[in-house]
């Protein structure tokens, strides 16, 4: 006691700035409690854990590009007469957003530059959150304690779309201009109060003199807010879960191993963030996006062919493209099925994934923690139905492209409306058994590896003539790795009778599961991993050969 | 030198001497199909009217004579001479009145106004030929051929005639100086000295191909990155 | 649900960990699949040789010089290269300078720094693996006692359960706060009326050619020609035109009168000159995509496909019925004029158009 009381002082006056500052700071804030949980918090080394990273990073850059341009974008549909530096517009009348895009892009030094690195970004983005979220699929990651940050993350993508739509529609040009046209009578498609909702949102007929001021503050603060809100919501779950691994020696359900947070995920993180943003930048400055300038201001008398949206909308751009057109008439009133019937499944093909979490969970009635990954060819049914989900959703993506692969393929675009048409209901069913079939030929391979040992392609030859190829057993750690997932039995529904000869109700939801569960892990659905006994039994004879 | 009706005389037989050559070209190569007064058959339509301007644009351009029947008749190596195109266009042009051969200083540059060609573009053609003139489908495999490097002259007699499924846009409604214009803006904005100042065009197609780019190179970059910052790093070989 | 009753021995066993980390490998005769705990440490070439170490050194430092070098690079282009000169660049094109240096060196700027810092990390950085415990998420079972209890102790104190009169109207006010301010929302425009069912135009108005600004007459719409018209008035500096052009827009064709199937359209055309709405009745793309052989128009955003020459009928594609027709004729002064306003709604269908 006596030396630490005559120390304090001492060391109080030589303690360098930067402890003193957090000494000051952690009497305040508490920051040193929370170091302690926090700063050499293990993460495992996957380069598919950093495809979340990828998201975040290009969601910063998408923020900081952003706030550039609202100093020089004018949120405005009055009409002008452009006389900017791009010689092709000069004299006509556009909307002043539409000028104020074309001035960012030839009159703001660097303006073109960070418009394309926002754009581009913006692209990344969402693909990045598509295949974090196809990683996370695959791997069973969202299983407890997860599903909330699956639901997170799955918002995100949704509003993350939207924001790239409104994003899109900013500029005013003839291209996005055409996108809002096809939103604006979607919304009308929608019984009762459609009409209603399209003149609110318009501020009256289309297209007004509203609709780029609503967006932009759409665009710049409520949905990014709201972005904002779920992504900090979501790093903190990362942390307080902490990250899942695959199986592997030394890896169990109870740890996490990997390299600590301070120094080498600081390090490799935070390098990563200069990575994304350099790769995205040299991007920009490699190959144009949106070039507004060729495609010209809206007029809603004026169109291009292959009007497309940005890609993440692409698959409700099928939707709307192979659709029958239906339309019924009745009292007066007009259902117009082809429209309203897409503008339905959109979110359909968004919700069919987002709750499959609970779905399995449901079916597994599995309740424990999980934070060892799957191998997808270990939980056969789970991947089959993201094949086939991934299949649905690019069959509608080739749905709405379907006359630029027209001119490029040299094909009909009749013929591949109806193929899509037919490929929207067949395809998925075609993916999910060919894909569940393979997790079990990979399954089976494992298997055989564990068994009989890895094909070290030697052929020998043995006394009595016969060729065989020498097998190498594996290593122990190989063998843990090939056999640590975990198998579920089928649900039984159980007696029908109990112990008295009474009838037992059975529900019919438990029914529904049962058969579920069957379909999950009955005998077609995974291949049993082999035991130690089949090892012993068939390494003891391999002895004897 | 000719006195000007000797001049009138000699242009007149020199017409003539066209159209007979013409009309030798086109029995051989083209009253299988157009009939052999042109009048037309089965396998292809009358010329009796469609001018000078059309058997120019048609077979300047390789698209006739056609090669096989298809859902259209598409560009190919040009197989006249321009001085027998121009003795073909001759005498189709003495079977009927039609649009004739533009001169030069309709499709060029001198007097036009871009913007304005630009408006009219986006208004007339863009929805075939897309923004800048790359190109689009129509129904059951047709489509719009992309503007890249086609001759003025041959966009001009184009818009004049109407070739197959093309609406053709007369002067009486479209206008020689809107079709001057448009020429002018289609050189500003596709050419080989277009520029094009954000980098690669990708195709000049939109979202399509911007889309494809975002996930090839773009994610496909940064997976590569993120495949290295995760790697291991090689191990001190043991002894 | 009744996830309760799935017998435990259907779930997989738990992972049994018998090595924690740390722990010293040893066989297991018993089981040979069990885990062997984490494999020792390997040193990379950097921990055992100086030299490499200090090549590693010596390699991120030169990452992060020439991400200053870039930045200022950034700075010189920025200060020295024109906003509009253009340079060309193979592959790429006729590209703006000022666009391509300034992406190239912020981009090189950023990457130096995050290849400069993850190859320190890679090599100099301890790579020695640790595993760290996890902890089970749920409560042990006193802390779920004991903020059940607080729960309900505190929902006693407040006596919302005892004095229903404060919960409900309590419900009631926060149920109805809200409301204020969705009615806030109605003057964000105005009401529907029949806005959607009329256009600009009527009879006698004349049809104005969109590309020379002049009325058409008969004689300049040749058969298997495309015009777009506007109706008479109507001027692009107009505060409305936008409005007005998303309904009025009009596509003129000629057709031979012998070639036109439906009976109405040939009543209502003149000498076979036809004129349809521009905007597509799907969802209001303008749609143009005129074959003037086959008499069908495309339209380019989702290739709702109608025949002009039959009423302009849908045959392919999600529209869900014809494109409106307008009546038109030819006034005194030989100019094509309409005989009033289309007679039905122009654009995508909606619920009031009946």
Known sequence: ????????????????????????????????????????????????????????????????????????????????????????????????????????????????????????????????????????????????????????????????????????????????????????????????????????????????????????????????????????????????????????????????????????????????????????????????????????????????????????????????????????????????????????????????????????????????????????????????????????????????????????????????TWFVRIGFFVAPVVAFIVTKRICLGLQRRDKDKVLHGRESGIIKRLPHGEFIEVHEPLSQEQLHTLTAHEQYKPAEIGPEVDENGVRRKVKRTEKLRAKLSKGYYGEDSQIPKPTVEEYKEITSGHGHH | MFAPADKAQADETAQSLAIDEGKKLYAVGCASCHGTGGQGTTDGPSLVGVGAAAVDFQVGTGRMPAQQPGAQVPEKPVVYSQAEIDQLAAYIASLGAGPAIPSEEKYGPEGADIAKGGELFRNNCAQCHNFTGKGGALTHGKYAPSLEDVDPKHIYEAMLTGPQNMPSFPDGTMSEQNKKDIIAYLDAVNSDDTVEPGGLSLGGLGPVSEGLFAWVFGLGALIAVAVWVAARTAKAKKS | MSSQDIPEENLPAEQDAPHGHGSVRTADEQNPFADPGLPPHEHRIQDTDERAAKRSERTVALLFT?????????????????????????????????????????????????????????????????????????????????????????????????????????????????????????????????????????????????????????????????????????????????????????????????????????????????????????????????????????????????????????????AGHALPQLRIGVNDEGYLEALGDFEEPVGPAFWERG
């Not at chain 1, 497309?308 to 009133?333: K, T």
């Not at chain 3, 425009?189 to 600009?200: D, N, Q, S, V, Y």
């Not at chain 3, 040939?266 to 003037?292: F, N, R």
Request: net charge neutral.
């Open chain 1, 1 to 416: 006691m006596s030396t630490t009381a005559n120390e304090a002082p001492r060391s109080r006056g030589k303690a360098p700035a930067g402890e003193r500052v957090a000494d000051w700071a952690d009497g305040r804030l508490g920051i040193y409690s929370l170091a302690k949980a926090n700063m050499r918090k293990i993460f495992p080394d996957h380069w598919s854990f950093m495809l979340g990273e990828v998201c975040l990073y290009s969601f910063i850059i998408i923020i900081l590009t952003g706030v550039y341009l609202t100093l020089f974008f004018h949120p405005s549909m009055n009409e002008v007469t452009y006389h900017g530096s791009y010689v092709p517009l000069q004299g006509q009348l556009m909307s002043e957003a539409y000028a104020s895009t074309l001035d960012i892009s030839f009159d703001v030094r660097g303006g073109l530059l960070i418009r394309q690195i926002h754009h581009w970004a913006a692209l990344i983005f969402l693909a990045g959150m598509f295949v974090h979220m196809m990683r996370v699929f695959f791997t069973g990651a969202f299983r407890k304690p997860r599903e909330i940050n699956w639901l997170f993350g799955f918002l995100l993508f949704v509003l993350g779309m939207f924001t790239g739509f409104t994003g899109y529609s900013l500029p005013d040009d003839l291209l996005s201009g055409t996108g809002i046209r096809f939103m604006e009578g979607a919304i009308l498609s929608v019984p009762i109060v459609g009409t209603y909702i399209s003149f609110f949102l318009f501020g009256g007929e289309f297209p007004g003199h509203d609709f780029v001021a609503r967006f932009y503050s759409i665009h710049i603060l409520l949905l990014p807010g709201i972005m904002l809100g779920l992504v900090v919501g979501h790093l903190i779950l990362v942390f307080y879960h902490k990250h899942t691994q695959f199986a592997g020696p030394g890896k169990t359900n109870k740890n996490v191993v990997g390299m600590p947070l301070l120094p080498v995920y600081m390090a490799k993180a935070g390098g990563f963030f200069f990575l994304v943003f350099g790769v995205i930048a040299a991007i920009s400055a490699i190959a144009t996006i949106n070039p507004i300038w060729a495609i010209g201001p809206y007029r809603p008398d004026m169109v291009s062919t292959g009007a497309q949206p940005d890609w993440y909308m692409g698959f409700s751009e099928g939707l709307i493209r192979v659709m029958p057109g239906w339309e019924i008439n009745f009292w007066g009133h007009t259902l117009v099925l082809g429209v309203f019937v897409p503008l339905l499944i959109f979110p359909l093909v968004l919700v069919a994934i987002a709750v499959y979490p609970f779905i399995e969970s449901w079916v597994t009635g599995d309740k424990r923690e999980h934070h060892i990954l799957d191998r997808p060819r270990n939980a056969p049914t789970r991947t089959a139905f993201g094949v086939a989900w991934i299949t649905w959703y690019m069959v509608l993506l080739i749905g709405g492209g379907n006359d630029l692969w027209a001119t490029h393929f040299h094909l009909s675009i009749n013929a591949i």
């Open chain 3, 66 to 318: 020439l991400s200053m070098l870039a930045t200022v690079g950034f700075i010189a282009s920025f200060v020295t290269i024109p906003v509009d000169k253009s340079v060309y660049i193979f592959p790429l094109g006729h590209i703006s300078a000022l666009n391509f240096a300034l992406g190239m060196t912020l981009g090189v700027a950023l990457f130096a720094i995050g290849a400069g810092a993850v190859h320190w990390a890679r090599t100099l950085m301890s790579d020695e693996e640790v595993a760290d415990e996890r902890h089970p998420i749920e409560a042990d079972p006193e802390t779920r006692a004991k903020v059940h209890a607080d729960f309900k102790q505190g929902a006693k104190e407040s006596v919302i359960g005892r004095r229903k009169l404060i919960r409900n109207t309590m419900l009631g006010a926060l149920t109805l706060v809200p409301l204020s301010g969705v009615v806030l929302l109605r003057d964000l425009g105005p009401l529907p009326g029949t806005k959607l069912r009329h256009t600009l135009w009527s009879k006698g108005k004349l049809l104005v050619n969109m590309n020379t600004h002049e009325p058409l007459r008969p004689s300049d719409v040749a058969v298997g020609s495309l015009t777009f018209a506007m109706p008479e008035g109507l001027e692009e500096h107009d505060e409305e035109f936008m409005t007005e052009i998303a309904k009025a827009a009009l596509m003129i064709i000629r057709l031979e009168p012998e070639a036109i199937k439906d009976k109405r359209e040939l009543e209502w055309s003149h000498e076979g000159i036809v004129a349809y709405s521009k905007i597509c009745t799907h969802v209001g793309c303008p749609i143009s995509l005129y074959e003037q052989q086959t008499h069908h128009a495309l339209c380019p955003c989702h290739q709702s496909t109608f025949d002009l020459a039959d009423g302009a009928r849908v045959i392919f594609g999600p």
